[in-house]
């Protein structure tokens, strides 16, 4: 096997480490589309859960403003019953001290109903002000939900349709690595852990490396394009190949 792999000239190996790289691009670019919907799908998911909380506390809120109501409702009764019974006793009373007395307590009823009457107003107001939160929370969460069925539907969609992709590409990536040699091919990926996008192979692009897009001298695209010699981008690192390797046309790369 490492006899083989020796006879492979710099073109073929080339060739290989440019065809690993487009694979594990494809990968990547798999990885990217499913990489962030999970965590956007997560963020709705909590902003939810959020929201949903809070209209629960309102909810709280206008059971303990409506109880309220009740009591001050049974307050105002109890002070209107005793204000017929003190008004009934008026006429049986013995003497002035005792009407008197009537009068001041009936005077105090009144009083205690205005109290749980505007105790009662001030709660309804209250829970007017609350209803207008759970709806505006209650949109909120229309929205949200909204979106997340649709980001769910997306990312289940993507998942399934690019799940056998992903095996065929990761297949295809493993028979290319064993075509190349290891040390070669650990240089690969360290420059690919390093470059910006994944790239650890580029084409020249309008004299210039397709990765870092730095001007290459005549004499190394020369090089570069005698297919002889591993060259490597001195300001960047990463493989340099000739377009017409990459499949791509003088043309289209100066246009590029
Ligand atoms: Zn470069």
Redesign the pocket.
């Given at each position: 096997m490492a006899k083989q792999e020796k006879e492979l000239t710099v073109e073929e190996r080339l060739k290989h480490l440019y065809n690993l790289q487009q694979t594990l691009s494809e990968v990547d670019r798999i990885k990217t589309l499913r990489g962030e919907l999970p965590l956007e799908v997560e963020d709705l998911d909590d902003e939810i859960a959020r929201l949903n909380t809070r209209k629960a506390n309102f909810e709280e809120e206008i059971a303990a403003l409506k109880k309220e109501i009740d009591d001050q409702q049974e307050n105002l009764e109890k002070a209107e019953k005793l204000i017929d019974k003190y008004t009934k006793d008026q006429d049986n009373v013995r003497n002035n001290r005792e009407y008197d007395y009537l009068t001041k307590e009936i005077e105090y009823q009144h009083l205690n109903i205005e109290l749980a009457e505007k105790k009662m107003n001030e709660a309804a107001r209250k829970i007017e002000v609350v209803k207008a939160e759970i709806a505006k929370t209650q949109e909120l969460l229309d929205d949200n939900e909204h979106v997340l069925a649709e980001k769910k539907s997306e990312l289940d969609e993507i998942v399934s349709e690019t799940k056998q992709d992903e095996e065929k590409l990761r297949e295809k990536a493993k028979r290319l690595e064993n075509k190349i040699d290891s040390r070669l091919l650990t240089a690969f990926k360290r420059i690919r852990k390093n470059a910006r996008n994944g790239l650890a192979v580029?084409y020249v692009q309008r004299n210039a490396?397709g990765?870092?897009?730095?001007r290459i001298p005549p004499q190394r695209q020369m090089e570069i394009k005698m297919r002889k010699k591993i060259i490597v981008?001195e300001?960047?690192?990463?493989i340099l190949i000739d377009p017409a390797l990459a499949g791509v046309s003088e043309a289209d790369a100066k246009n590029a």
């Open positions: 580029v490396c990765g870092c897009f730095n981008c300001y960047c690192g990463r």
